[in-house]
């Protein structure tokens, strides 16, 4: 089956950083979104990977292996404002134009 | 662009009644998407278009569930009737290619209450 896994919640302080990691099962692969999402908002597009390494945008960074089936989002320099859910997408089948979504995981931001 | 529109923002009703949930997509996006999220069971995609085509509709629950895009600019998500476990939020996203290899831009998102 088709599966996508991170942690439900977690919880940081201003000014740290964290890690937000994704663990992927597909039929296979057209890529990796990550998208932010704050309460009561839509969905809104912050990176997307399609081969190995390190994508980095200001703050924000995002790491794939396919080899591993693996994912994470860094955020450095955490403000009270990424207090938010981070949701995983995954590009499934070629002939399949679905996005398979995670759950997403709730970061917490204490002062 | 204005970004995908949706209407109405909220709508309260009660049980039985029909709901009538609208989209704009962005201009010359070529894909549509219409999606549920409750605490419960997360985003769930319930049907796209492609070209104002239906292309995969098994995630609508059940047939009171139905979909349209009589234009490249419209489309509408009507539930008849209404049942309180309806009650979630429906956002409609649009993409200019393929949903599975391009960024989905999501409306604002249309909070469902059924009574």
């Known amino acids: 089956g088709q599966n996508i896994d991170q942690p439900t919640e977690m919880t940081a302080t201003e000014g740290a950083i964290v890690q937000i990691n994704c663990t992927y099962q597909?039929?296979?692969?057209?890529?990796l979104f990550w998208y932010q999402q704050h309460a009561g908002e839509a969905p809104t597009f912050l990176s997307y990977?399609?081969l190995d390494g390190l994508e980095e945008k200001g703050r924000f960074s995002s790491f794939l292996s396919r080899s591993k089936g693996y994912s994470y989002l860094l955020l450095k320099e955490l403000q009270m404002k990424d207090s938010a859910s981070y949701l995983c997408a995954v590009g499934g089948e070629d002939s399949n134009y679905q996005l398979i979504w995670g759950a997403g995981t709730k970061l917490i931001i204490k002062p | 662009d204005a970004g995908v529109i949706q209407s109405p923002r909220h709508e309260v009703t009660e049980m039985g009644q029909e709901v009538t949930l609208r989209c704009k997509p962005i201009?010359?996006?070529?894909?549509l998407f219409w999606y549920r999220q409750t605490m419960m069971r997360g985003l769930e995609l319930l049907i796209y278009f492609n070209n104002n085509v239906p292309i995969d509709d098994s995630g609508m629950p059940e047939d009171r569930f139905s979909a349209k895009m009589p234009n490249a600019s419209f489309s509408t998500l009507k539930i008849q009737p209404s049942e309180p476990r309806d009650s979630a939020v429906y956002f409609c996203a649009s993409s200019l290619y393929s949903g599975g290899g391009d960024t989905q831009y999501f409306g604002p998102g249309t909070r469902l209450t059924v009574l």
């Open positions: 990977n399609v």
């Open positions: 597909t039929s296979g692969f057209n890529g």
């Open positions: 201009s010359g996006h070529d894909y």
